[in-house]
């Protein structure tokens, strides 16, 4: 029996150290989980502190490079640069995404396309390449049926209405050599064009000036003066009332001579006289020539050139432009028997 009740003793002893075991184990597993937090055992504690730390550690960083950067630009420049660097790297790890996406360089094309977009409005156009303006070529203004050369007063305003209506501007010779010079090309008028009526014909006084006045349009008049006390030609009170009106009166010769059939001297005086006249008579420059019966040749382009003629009108046809030697000219001859229709096929066919 007694060694029974010692077996039983011990059995109870191994139980007690066995229940004493289990109680320490379970502490110490409770204690590993909740009894560092005690009172407040939740759980949200633990991911919170862990939290705090990783968010403060690399926030002071750059919370310190932003207030560096904005109050002192150079050392930020220098302290920027290394987090996007570290972090960068990570981004091309992804390589394949963004290459994929990046390599088919559609962005440069696009780019470009820009840039040239860019470059075209903005770059400065350094000479217009071509200046060109319609120069319309009367004559005489009156009825007569049947001659090319005259048009009837009531066609005239016919064109003149025309020329308003569709935006047309007839400016004044000075004007049209500023706009042919590529001067104040900023303040040019949508469709400039130039007025001429050769010869001095008196209906240029009778019919011409007053419709031309009806519309405040400008005209540039090419006389003989060596004409001007004949019969149907303008005498000077008549061109003085035509500059007073805003004609501007040049020569045309003065006898309105066939130059190529004279002599260097005949020509000379031809041009030079009649140009003088004008001058002495108006008050006005006269160096813009316009060839009678358009006609000319080397010794009339050089005393034109030698005499500092700016300009000459030939009867070529096509607008005047640029790209025209100054001292050739071309005009739109005006067929008084023509419509209306061929004098708009006219002035939008040249450019
Ligand atoms: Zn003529």
């Known amino acids: ?26 502490i110490s597993l409770d204690s590993s989980g909740y009894q ?13 502190q862990v939290d705090a730390q990783i968010v403060e550690t690399p926030s002071q960083a750059p919370v310190e490079d932003y ?40 962005a440069s094309p696009s780019a470009l396309a820009v840039k040239g977009a860019v470059q075209s409005s903005t770059r400065p156009t350094p000479l217009p390449s071509k200046i060109s303006i319609p120069v319309l070529n009367y004559h ?5 049926p049947g ?31 500023s706009l042919i010079e590529g001067k104040d090309v900023e303040a040019a008028p949508e469709k400039p064009v130039l007025l001429t009526f050769d010869d001095g014909y008196i209906d240029n006084y009778e019919q011409a000036m007053p419709l031309l006045a009806k519309y405040s349009f400008p005209a540039t008049l090419f006389i003989s003066p060596g ?13 003085k009332k035509l500059q007073e009106a805003g004609w501007d009166i040049q020569p045309h010769g003065m006898t309105h001579p066939h130059l190529p059939q004279l002599s260097a ?19 006005t420059k006269a160096d813009v020539y316009c060839y009678p019966y358009g006609e000319y040749n080397k010794t009339t382009l050089k005393l034109l050139k030698d005499h500092g003629f700016r300009y000459a009108f030939t009867i ?15 005009r739109l001859f005006i067929n008084g028997e023509e419509g209306l229709k061929s004098f708009i096929r006219k002035l939008s066919a040249h450019d």
């Open 316 to 330: 070529e046809q096509g607008n005047a432009t640029n790209q025209q030697s100054p001292y050739l000219l071309k």
């Open 227 to 239: 004409m001007s006390d004949q019969e149907g030609y303008l005498n000077w009170e008549q061109i």
């Open 1 to 26: 029996m007694n060694y029974q009740r010692k077996r039983i003793l011990f059995y109870s002893v191994l139980a007690g150290l066995f229940t004493i075991l289990l109680l320490l184990v379970s």
């Open 36 to 48: 560092l937090v005690g009172s407040s055992p939740t759980p949200a504690l633990i991911p919170h």
């Open 140 to 144: 005489s203004v009156t009825i007569d």
């Open 265 to 283: 001297d005949q020509q000379a005086f031809e041009i030079l006289e009649a140009r003088k006249q004008i001058e002495e008579k108006l008050g």
């Open 67 to 106: 207030t560096f950067a904005l109050d002192k630009p150079a050392p930020s420049l220098e302290i920027m640069p290394e987090p996007p660097l570290q972090e960068e790297p990570k981004l091309p790890a992804a390589s394949t995404v963004t290459l994929n996406t990046y390599v088919p360089i559609p």
């Open 147 to 177: 001659n090319v050369v005259v048009i009837s007063p009531a066609k005239l305003e016919e064109q003149l209405m025309y020329l308003h209506d569709h935006g047309y501007t007839p400016v004044s010779l000075t004007t049209f050599i």
